[in-house]
């Protein structure tokens, strides 16, 4: 695992959590943005960028949606495949809502934490 993979993890696993606990409450619409916050904060890590597409698609498939679903499974290979080679799209949430080829702005307080990750 490389040492922006360490540096990041506890802060995309922290989302996840947040993901997990609004799940059990229900409250899946809220539960996916953290899978986006989660989505941006490791998508620099090929581990951590599947992870959460995977973590996406199951969520896709929990809510019935299968666009979702189709989305994430394209989304998947990508990231397992380009995401060494420094192939992401900066500040890409991962949904299927959005062109995994899109360029997004990055909230300051995740910029903060990938360039400590990175450091």
Known sequence: MSAFSKNIRPYVEEELRLHDDLMIQGRSQEAFKHLENAHVLGQESTWLHVKVH???LLWGLQQNKPGEVVGQILRIVGAATKTAFGL?????????????????????????LIEQAKS
């Open 54 to 56: 995977w973590l996406m």
């Open 88 to 112: 992401v799209p900066k500040g890409n949430t991962g949904g299927s809502n959005v062109s995994p080829f899109k360029v997004m702005p990055i909230k300051k307080e995740h910029e903060v």
